[in-house]
């Protein structure tokens, strides 16, 4: 089973400020990588795929790159409501299996 | 707009059966673009993936589950379940379901485009 750390397991930031959150696999995923975004109290929000291409409506604030096995989602600057909990998600295994990352939480400063 | 919702009982004892439904509403269960995923989320922790199923049955399941887990499907109804057996209280998490975009390829694309909100089952006696 691929194994995806997500470091650090929280990150306070300031609104405005830029947030870098890292995603490792433990084995190469290629670019068969995911983001999602979840706030309290909802379900997880799809935001980046292949690594890097932005889900539809995503604002260009968010960024994501990589392959292999490091990735990195980057958020340049951050607004209130970019506050929340964000996991990577590899399919590179697919099928038979997906595995998610821990997950970083980006809190205000 | 594509909708999915969970439902099933919010509290199970311990060693019985977890059993849940997605209803989708807004789109066919039968697209041959999609498998339904089981997702699921302890209190306070990470996402877990249970399993995924494609609308003519195919399978597949968390080795960490899989002896425990089976997911099935009713086209008629545009609905998928879950069947957790044994559960503990370890096994206490909201669950989700989602659609698990299913595309082949140079370029594969197999990731979660659309999630339910969500239920909470306790597994308590």
């Known amino acids: 089973e691929i194994v995806m750390t997500q470091s650090p397991a929280t990150l306070s930031v300031s609104p405005g400020e830029r947030a870098t959150l890292s995603c490792r696999a433990s084995?190469?995923?290629?670019?068969?990588l995911a983001w999602y975004q979840q706030k309290p109290g909802q379900a997880p929000r799809l935001l980046i795929y292949g690594a890097s291409t932005r889900a539809t409506g995503l604002p260009a604030r968010f960024s994501g790159s990589g392959s292999g096995t490091e990735f990195t989602l980057t958020i340049s600057s951050l607004q209130s409501e970019d506050f929340a909990v964000y996991y990577c998600?590899?399919?590179?295994?697919?099928?038979?299996?997906?595995?998610f990352g821990g997950g970083t939480k980006v809190e205000i400063k | 707009q594509l909708q999915l919702q969970e439902s099933g009982p919010g509290l199970v004892k311990p060693s019985e059966t977890l059993s849940l439904t997605c209803t989708v509403s807004g789109g066919s269960i039968s697209s041959s673009s999609y498998y339904w995923g089981w997702i699921r989320q302890p209190p306070g922790k990470g996402l877990e993936w249970i399993g995924s199923i494609y609308y003519s049955g195919s399978t597949y399941y968390n080795p960490s589950l899989k002896s425990r887990v089976t997911i099935s499907v009713d086209t008629s109804k545009n609905q998928f379940s879950l069947k957790l057996s044994s559960v503990t209280a370890a096994d206490t998490a909201m669950y989700y379901c989602?659609?698990?975009?299913?595309?082949?390829?140079?370029?594969?694309?197999?990731?979660?485009?659309?999630w339910g909100q969500g239920t909470l089952v306790t597994v308590s006696s």
């Open positions: 998600q590899q399919y590179n295994d697919w099928p038979p299996s997906l595995t």
């Open positions: 989602a659609r698990q975009l299913t595309i082949f390829g140079v370029v594969p694309r197999y990731y979660f485009d659309y």
């Open positions: 084995q190469s995923v290629s670019s068969n």
